[in-house]
C-alpha cells in the first residue's frame, strides 16, 4: 500500500490514481500529470482527448532540454511544449 504526504480536504471531490511499471517516459507524464493538476475531471479529460488530437500542447516546465517551441504553449504563458499522446491515453485509462 503506498502511504500519500496529506489527505484530502474535501474526499469527496477528489480521487486517487497510481500507475506502476507503465510503459510511457516518466518526464512526459510527469509534465502531462502536472498541466491537468487542479482541473476538473470532464475539463481534464477534453484537454486529453485535445492533446491526443494535438489541437492543445502539453507545456514542459521543469524538464525543458531540447524541447522545441510551439505558439500553443502561450496559453500557459510558457513557449516550450509538446504533444505526449501516450502520456495522455496512459493518464486518460487511470
Partial sequence: MVKYSREA???SKSC?????DLRVHYKNTYETARAIKGMSLRVAQQYLEDVCEK???VPFRK??????RTPQAKE???SQGRW???SAKILLGL
Fill in 9 to 11: 480536504k474535501n474526499g
Fill in 16 to 20: 486517487k490514481a497510481m500507475g506502476v
Fill in 55 to 57: 489541437k492543445r500542447c
Fill in 63 to 68: 524538464y525543458t532540454g531540447c524541447i522545441g
Fill in 76 to 78: 500557459f504563458k510558457m
Fill in 84 to 86: 505526449p499522446v501516450k
